[in-house]
């Protein structure tokens, strides 16, 4: 029997060991880092819409290499609670500017990150985008986000809010080039 | 004697729903001649053949969770769903043991006994990011019957041989295909710098121009 008992306690350390490795070896962590956002800026304008953009910083702050498979944008912006434009929004790498709306999975490694330039697009269902925006409210817009790393792949969010007073100060400051 | 020269050809993103043959013929025929090579990205040929998974399509196993931690991070296996898609194919307990003996062997300084023993698709599948948009969120498993497709390419294009090749830009070059004739060591030195470019250029298909007459002989 005591065969049988150093086999047990061996198959123990063995599972504590590998447990333990796992445990400090840890995964990858991505991190949209919306404070350090860019504030939107107008990048085209017509008479019945307007585009914005805006540059989030993103790291992966994790011990692990990860890979973005899939990022995007949900806006939230309901007729109840304000009518006058349609929205659509979407992002794409700073890198690798697209303007599909897909985002080709890409691996970073630990300690290493990028940004996203999100851009939202305003059309005045009265067709006149400007005189609409003046009584534009705040809009939560969520960057999604799929990772894969050494664990299951996952998808989380992060918000950040577009709000009505630097879509104004966009609009009075006229159209940017810096982002795009 | 005309020199070895490289040609990529570029195609249009080639899906499951085409034949590989098909689309090599309507892409490269018309720069194909009788002593040339045509190589083909094995990778191209598993996505026509429909070898290719969604990581949101495997379920993954308690082994696949713990064996994936110990690959390192370069290694397709090294994300669990890597390591489900060779465990699916290859079996669980042979890349188990495979793993056991290649830390082992890694002891006593032997490499690579691991990817010998766990199968050959522990060596060829690509994980998510391998392969070019559509295809970047899946993973790709290496092509089945890799050398009667070059056959068949052969046979079609009448051309002197064909290969189905992997190859990357870390100067690895695996022929994973071949027809008679073609020699693969020779081959490996020709792609080295990986003419295929990286995954979005779309140049799936390169054609060794002049083989029979230079590269052919030099490795007689």
Same mark, same amino acid.
């Given at each position: 029997?005591?065969?049988?008992?150093?086999?047990?306690? *061996?198959?123990?350390?063995?599972?504590?060991?590998?447990?333990?490795?796992?445990?400090? /070896? *840890?995964?990858?962590?991505?991190?949209?880092v919306?404070? +350090?956002?860019? =504030?939107?800026?107008?990048?085209?304008?017509?008479? /019945?819409?307007?585009?914005?953009?805006?540059?989030? =910083?993103?790291?992966?702050?994790?011990?692990?290499?990860?890979?973005?498979?899939?990022?995007?944008?949900?806006?939230?912006? =309901?007729c109840? @609670?304000?009518?006058?434009?349609?929205?659509?929004?979407?992002?794409?790498l700073?890198t690798?500017? +697209?303007?599909?709306?897909?985002?080709?999975?890409?691996?970073?490694?630990? *300690?290493?990150?990028?940004?996203?330039?999100?851009?939202?697009i305003?059309?005045?269902?009265?067709?006149?985008? @400007?005189?609409?925006l003046?009584?534009?409210v705040?809009? =939560?817009?969520?960057i999604?986000?799929q990772?894969?790393?050494?664990?299951?792949?996952?998808?989380?969010?992060?918000?950040?809010?577009?709000?009505s007073?630097?879509?104004?100060?966009?609009?009075a400051?006229?159209?940017?080039?810096?982002? *795009? | 004697?005309?020199?070895?020269?490289?040609?990529?050809?570029?195609?249009?993103?080639?899906?499951?729903?085409?034949?590989?043959?098909?689309?090599? %013929?309507?892409?490269?025929?018309?720069?194909?001649?009788?002593?040339?090579?045509?190589?083909?990205?094995?990778?191209?040929?598993?996505?026509? !053949?429909?070898?290719?998974?969604?990581?949101?399509?495997?379920?993954?196993?308690?082994?696949?969770?713990?064996?994936?931690?110990?690959?390192? !991070?370069a290694?397709?296996m090294?994300?669990?769903?890597?390591?489900?898609?060779?465990?699916?194919?290859?079996?669980?307990?042979?890349?188990?043991?495979?793993?056991?003996?290649?830390?082992l062997?890694?002891?006593?300084?032997?490499?690579?006994?691991?990817y010998?023993?766990?199968?050959? !698709?522990?060596?060829?599948?690509?994980?998510?990011?391998?392969?070019?948009?559509?295809?970047?969120?899946?993973?790709?498993?290496?092509?089945?019957?890799?050398?009667q497709?070059? %056959?068949?390419?052969? !046979?079609r294009?009448?051309?002197?041989?064909?290969?189905?090749?992997?190859?990357?830009?870390?100067?690895?070059?695996?022929?994973?295909?071949?027809?008679?004739?073609?020699?693969?060591?020779?081959?490996?030195?020709?792609?080295i710098?990986?003419?295929?470019?990286?995954?979005?250029?779309?140049?799936?298909?390169?054609?060794?121009?002049?083989?029979?007459?230079?590269?052919?002989?030099?490795?007689?």
């Amino acid at each position: 029997m005591i065969w049988l008992g150093g086999i047990i306690v *061996g198959a123990a350390l063995l599972a504590l060991a590998v447990w333990l490795y796992i445990l400090r /070896q *840890g995964d990858a962590h991505f991190e949209f880092v919306v404070d +350090r956002r860019t =504030p939107f800026a107008l990048t085209e304008l017509t008479t /019945q819409r307007a585009v914005f953009t805006s540059r989030v =910083p993103f790291v992966n702050n994790g011990t692990q290499d990860g890979t973005i498979m899939d990022a995007f944008t949900r806006h939230h912006l =309901p007729c109840e @609670q304000f009518d006058g434009v349609e929205v659509a929004s979407r992002l794409h790498l700073e890198t690798a500017v +697209r303007d599909d709306g897909y985002f080709e999975s890409v691996i970073f490694y630990k *300690g290493t990150g990028s940004a996203v330039v999100v851009t939202v697009i305003l059309t005045a269902k009265n067709g006149d985008i @400007q005189a609409t925006l003046q009584d534009m409210v705040d809009m =939560p817009v969520d960057i999604m986000y799929q990772i894969v790393a050494r664990s299951e792949w996952y998808i989380h969010k992060t918000r950040m809010v577009m709000t009505s007073e630097e879509i104004q100060q966009a609009l009075a400051a006229g159209i940017s080039k810096g982002q *795009g | 004697m005309s020199a070895v020269e490289l040609k990529p050809v570029r195609t249009r993103i080639v899906t499951p729903q085409n034949n590989i043959v098909d689309v090599i %013929e309507q892409y490269a025929k018309d720069d194909v001649e009788p002593g040339d090579v045509v190589c083909v990205a094995e990778s191209v040929v598993a996505i026509t !053949q429909g070898r290719l998974t969604r990581p949101e399509d495997l379920t993954v196993c308690f082994l696949a969770r713990i064996l994936n931690r110990f690959i390192p !991070q370069a290694g397709s296996m090294s994300s669990v769903y890597g390591m489900q898609a060779v465990m699916d194919v290859e079996g669980k307990w042979r890349v188990l043991w495979a793993m056991l003996v290649g830390a082992l062997a890694k002891l006593v300084g032997k490499d690579g006994v691991f990817y010998q023993m766990a199968g050959r !698709q522990a060596a060829l599948v690509d994980d998510v990011t391998g392969t070019m948009p559509p295809f970047d969120k899946h993973i790709v498993y290496g092509p089945s019957n890799a050398s009667q497709v070059a %056959e068949e390419i052969r !046979q079609r294009l009448g051309c002197f041989g064909a290969a189905v090749t992997d190859v990357n830009d870390l100067k690895r070059a695996l022929v994973v295909g071949i027809t008679p004739g073609v020699d693969g060591p020779t081959l490996c030195r020709i792609l080295i710098d990986n003419p295929f470019g990286n995954a979005s250029q779309k140049t799936p298909i390169v054609i060794i121009k002049n083989y029979a007459a230079t590269a052919g002989e030099a490795a007689k």
